[in-house]
């Protein structure tokens, strides 16, 4: 190679570099990506478990699956649904009721979260919780849509090593934004 092609492809690469570099927030990392764990042992575990009661709702709400969204949920469990004329469902009658007339179990939908804008802090047995939900109406259909936009947040308990759900709150998570969060 020649001392020109040589210089070519070394400027090339560093301009290439840069261009990552910049684009993924610097070396260091930034905010929005994180370069790091955000959070160390022993919460760490608590938090991948209580990741997984967040998708198990998502699969119960997506599969229409009553049981399995119910073992998700401590018996003396609480449930506040915003812009609801009932407004709080208390024990798990009440919110099995809420959620067999729910639009997730009335019509087909495909339940999705923004992972990113979950929120868990763990306090031994108890931690805050925050996830959206964006439901696909028709989803396998060429015509689906966005079927409804909410969020669940509130205290859930590790109750004999399992994580459910305790008091919660539902409301809209609309308009959709990347860095606004509805709730408290």
């Known amino acids: 190679m020649t001392a020109w092609k040589n210089k070519l492809l070394a400027i090339s690469l560093l301009a290439l570099v840069t261009g990552l570099v910049i ?9 929005r ?8 042992a022993p919460d760490s575990t608590q938090v991948e478990l209580i990741y997984q009661l967040q998708a198990a709702f998502h699969r119960a709400k997506t599969n229409q ?3 399995l969204m119910m073992s998700l949920w401590d018996a ?3 449930l506040t649904v915003q ?7 208390v024990g798990s009658q009440q919110i099995r009721s809420f ?11 495909f339940s999705l979260v923004p992972s990113f804008k979950t929120q868990i802090d763990v306090h031994g047995d108890e931690a805050w919780l ?9 989803y396998d259909l060429p015509d689906r849509s966005i079927a409804s936009d909410t969020f669940l947040a509130g205290t859930v308990r590790n109750v004999g090593g399992k994580w459910v759900f305790s008091g919660m709150t539902a ?3 609309f308009p959709l934004s990347v860095n606004h969060f509805y709730f408290p």
């Not at 684009?23 to 905010?31: E, K, Q």
């Not at 925050?130 to 028709?138: A, M, N, P, S």
């Open 23 to 31: 684009h993924t927030g610097g070396i260091a990392g930034s905010a």
């Open 65 to 67: 699956d009553i049981e």
């Open 33 to 40: 990506i994180p370069m790091h764990p955000q959070v160390a």
């Open 83 to 89: 812009g609801n004329a009932n407004q709080t469902f």
């Open 99 to 109: 959620w067999e007339a729910s639009g997730s179990f009335t019509h087909r939908r």
């Open 171 to 173: 409301g809209k998570a």
């Open 76 to 78: 003396s469990a609480t």
């Open 130 to 138: 925050y996830f959206e939900c964006h439901d696909v109406g028709d």
